[in-house]
């Protein structure tokens, strides 16, 4: 079975001329014009990759967001009309791994997915388990325990944590974390990590805004701690 | 013979001659001092020549105006030299000039006359008196007249003059009967009337009273008035004197006042001004005055309009713009998917296609150019700041720009030089730099870094200057070229199809955002071909990490 994308979008020329072009990628495309199709057509059948523009009829590109993500960690990119920090910022606090500004060249989408789904498998096998403190992280299985329990976190936030450990102690920039997570070159958004950084605290600190673990270091980006 | 730079605004015959600025049509009125910043927003602003109908109704004007009378031209120069604040000024001062002069004139007259009149009413008394002791005196001693004087000297009676039965005698005083002025003796003497009369005698100035008394002959005496000139003298003093400070307090009023008078209208200067800078919303404060709130009412009024006659306009473009997303987006992914399967077509199809894609991709960036500049225009522009390693920064941004074998090379000094800015945006402006050289300046232009301080001087600025080979930019088309949609005459001499014409407006709007200026000159090296260059604000670090990621 290829790969499988959900493509949630109410404009139907371009939710076809972008089905067109993604199945040129060998990919199978399903479009959804509404939020309510998407949910009942992701209910029916989990895709690889959700692709969704946040300006829905009905409930909107975030609130759908939020709903897919109750459920699961699969990769989602939002289409946004604005790359003002509202829009952006808002779609990856709904649980977004990236994002796309209208209008974009397909190729610039197929090139998101295919970073997205790399990061669903990783690369690093045979990885012992990494240790830090009471969280534990087993890269092969895509698992990570805090105090022996596991934390759900997405592919992304997932693959985020595992570069944070494997080199325990050093500092990564936003730019190496935007290059090794998300494959973007030195001019990437930085919010991405940002945000990324915000929701992984959520989940694996005990307390979020005193981090213990996952600490910004002042001026230089991020480090994982013991 | 009329002055036409009097008659009408003072019109720049070259545009061209000046510094190459786009022309404007806002007319430049002669102004006072204070005022000039509202009708030349832009100093460097020129006119356009006067077409031939102004000149017609200027010299009709000029006749018309040829034959009015001085006053009338009193007026012309009063207003077209003299600038409102001086003319306040010089109003009050020659008000308070006139107001003091006209009281004192008035004062000394009434001082004067009432001090005379009582002079004369107490000194006709006094010589009635006299008079009457004289006859009292020449009854009981008939033969001379030397008693009766010598009891009015005893009186203290300083200057009688007595006729006795024809015979002059006078007192012990200065004065005697030569100085009495024959017109008076006449009427005393010869009328037998009392009468007075004021004389110069010497250097005195008196009055003399005659009192004839019957059947005896008559009494004069003379009194002397410089005790009432000195007091009028001190008065014209104290009213001149007055009248001076009066003048001085009228000249400092004059200052207020025209400093009042003129401060709304500075205030409005600074609205306009805020106004021409891109404050849209700026307003003048409302005011009770009367004459002023017409002022600002109307001024607010103008800048209302105007704010959303720009505001409709930028929400016009920005709405288009987005408009033209969603067709833009379908085209290119169908563009796209014909792309994948060029192999089955025809090589007619194919030209088609080429040309498709090509304009395809060309609309985009005009789309996203489009839409960035509305951005701008709407001031939704937040920039994401940071440090970054000059040198690094831009090779980075060469290696991801659509030539990335560009060669960069920096001074030693440059090396360490660390700009504040938004990493994203000002790759944007390398990259359409970039862009630029290839469409218009004969290929992949070479970049140099500099400092822009000399070497005693602490680092402030550095220079990113991007040299291109193709035929330069005209001096008079240099601060055109980053006016939106302005391709100039070169760009239109330039083949190819590329360039939207927002590229450089849109460097233009990012470098000013980051507090730094563009512009562009000919190539350092003498070589023919254009040299933009970039200036921004940038500090100096001694260590050696070059990686561009100091935040």
């Known amino acids: ?226 | 013979m009329t002055d036409p730079s009097v008659t009408a605004p003072a019109y720049d015959a070259d545009p061209a001659a000046g510094d190459g600025r786009m022309p404007t049509t806002a007319p430049v009125l002669e102004t006072p001092d204070a005022v000039s910043a509202v009708a030349v927003a832009d100093p460097s602003a020129r006119l356009p020549p006067p077409d031939a109908a102004l000149a017609r109704l200027r010299a009709e004007r000029g006749e018309r105006w040829g034959g009015r009378g001085p006053l009338h031209w009193l007026r012309r120069w009063m207003t077209s030299t003299v600038g409102l604040r001086r003319r306040i000024l010089l109003t009050f001062t020659l008000g308070a000039l006139a107001l003091a002069a006209i009281l004192a004139i008035t004062t000394y007259g009434l001082v004067r006359s009432n001090l005379l009149e009582q002079r004369d009413s107490t000194s006709v008394r006094t010589a009635a008196r006299n008079a009457q002791e004289v006859q009292g005196a020449l009854r009981s001693t008939p033969d001379t007249s030397a008693d009766a004087l010598s009891r009015l000297t005893s009186l203290g009676v300083e200057a009688p003059v007595i006729q006795y039965n024809g015979e002059w005698s006078a007192g012990v005083g200065r004065f005697t009967a030569d100085d009495i002025p024959v017109a008076l003796q006449r009427r005393v003497l010869e009328d037998g009337e009392w009468s007075r009369i004021v004389a110069d005698v010497g250097d005195d100035t008196v009055l003399v009273v005659g009192i004839p008394i019957p059947q005896i002959g008559a009494y004069f005496e003379f009194f002397s008035l410089d005790e009432d000139e000195q007091t009028l003298n001190n008065v014209a003093l104290s009213l001149f004197l007055a009248s001076v400070i009066t003048t001085a307090l009228g000249v400092v009023l004059g200052v207020l006042a025209a400093r009042r008078a003129v401060r709304p209208l500075a205030e409005t200067a600074q609205a306009a001004k805020a106004i021409a800078g891109g404050h849209l919303e700026t307003r003048l404060p409302p005011t009770d005055d009367p004459d002023l709130s017409i002022l600002a009412s109307s001024f607010n009024d103008m800048a209302s309009a105007l704010q959303l006659r720009i505001e409709r306009d930028a929400r016009f473009a920005s709405d288009v713009s987005h408009e033209l997303r969603s067709p833009l987006m379908t085209l290119s992914a169908s563009v796209q998917v014909m792309e994948a399967r060029r192999d089955e077509l025809s090589e007619r199809a194919r030209s088609a296609l080429d040309l498709l894609t090509g304009d395809v991709s060309r609309f985009q960036g005009l789309v996203e150019d489009l839409l960035e500049i509305s951005r701008f225009d709407a001031g939704a522009i937040r920039l994401h700041l940071e440090d970054l390693r000059a040198t690094a920064f831009v090779r980075n941004a060469v290696a991801v720009s659509s030539a990335p074998t560009v060669k960069v090379t920096a001074t030693p000094r440059a090396e360490h030089a660390v700009i504040r800015g938004d990493r994203r945006r000002l790759a944007r402006v390398i990259a359409n730099l970039i862009d630029n050289a290839k469409a218009y300046g004969g290929g992949d232009p070479e970049i140099t870094i500099s400092d822009a301080n000399l070497p005693d001087e602490g680092l402030t600025h550095v220079r990113i200057g991007v040299e291109d080979h193709g035929p330069g930019v005209p001096v008079e088309e240099r601060a055109l070229i980053f006016e939106r949609f302005a391709r100039g005459a070169t760009a239109g001499r330039r083949t190819g199809s590329e360039g939207a014409g927002l590229g450089l407006a849109l460097v233009d709007e990012h470098v000013r955002m980051h507090g730094g200026r563009v512009w562009v000159e000919d190539r350092s090296d003498g070589a023919t071909g254009a040299r933009f260059v970039i200036e921004l604000n940038a500090t100096e670090v001694s260590d050696d990490g070059g990686d561009g990621d100091l935040a």
Do not use: Q
Request: contains cysteine.
């Open chain 1, 1 to 226: 079975m290829g790969t499988r994308i959900l493509a949630v979008e109410d404009d139907e020329r371009i939710r076809e001329a972008v089905k067109l072009a993604l199945e040129d990628e060998g990919w199978t495309v399903e479009g959804a014009a509404s939020g309510e199709e998407a949910v009942e057509l992701f209910a029916r059948h989990v895709p690889d990759v959700v692709l969704i523009d946040i300006m829905l009829p009905g409930i909107d590109g975030f609130d759908l967001c939020r709903t897919l993500r109750r459920t699961s960690d699969v990769p989602i990119v939002m289409v946004t009309a604005r790359n003002d920090t509202h829009d952006v910022v808002a779609g990856l606090e709904a649980g977004a791994d990236d994002y796309l500004t209208k209008p974009f060249a397909p190729k610039e989408l197929s090139a998101r997915i295919r970073a997205l789904l790399r990061r669903v498998r990783p690369a690093a096998p045979g990885h012992e388990r990494l240790v830090f403190g009471e969280l534990e992280l087993i890269p092969e299985e895509g698992k990570v325990l805090r105090d022996g329990e596991e934390v759900h976190l997405t592919k992304t936030e997932f693959r985020l944590l595992c570069e944070l450990a494997e080199n325990r102690g050093k500092v990564f920039s936003r730019e190496e974390l935007l290059d090794k997570v998300w494959g973007y070159d030195y001019f990437g958004d930085g919010r991405l990590v940002d945000v990324h950084i915000r929701r992984l605290r959520t989940k694996v600190e005990t307390d979020p805004a005193a981090p213990r673990h996952v600490v910004t270091v002042r001026g230089l980006g991020y480090r994982l701690e013991g």
